[in-house]
């Protein structure tokens, strides 16, 4: 019984949203899924998938939270120009 986690940001995809909408999840459970029946033969239906969102406080890299290092990276680009 394969059990696949994906962490997607919880920012959302499109201009005005704030997550990623139920449809968007719903693809990814699907893929995940046939993804692990394509490829080492597990049924669908014995293949769990669990999407989490992570608010962007939650997490980072480069040694800071998520949304200051892209102000970071932003400068950088911005005085680069």
Avoid: C, H
């Amino acid at each position: 019984m394969p059990i696949v986690k994906i962490q997607v940001t919880r920012e959302g995809t499109a201009p005005g949203a704030s997550s990623t909408t139920r449809e968007q999840k719903a693809a990814l459970i699907k893929g995940a899924s046939e993804l692990l029946r394509d490829v080492l033969g597990k049924p669908m239906d014995s293949t769990f998938v669990i999407v989490e969102e992570v608010d962007t406080d939650n997490w980072g890299w480069g040694g800071l939270p998520a949304l200051e290092y892209r102000k970071k990276l932003a400068a950088v680009a911005s005085s680069s120009r």
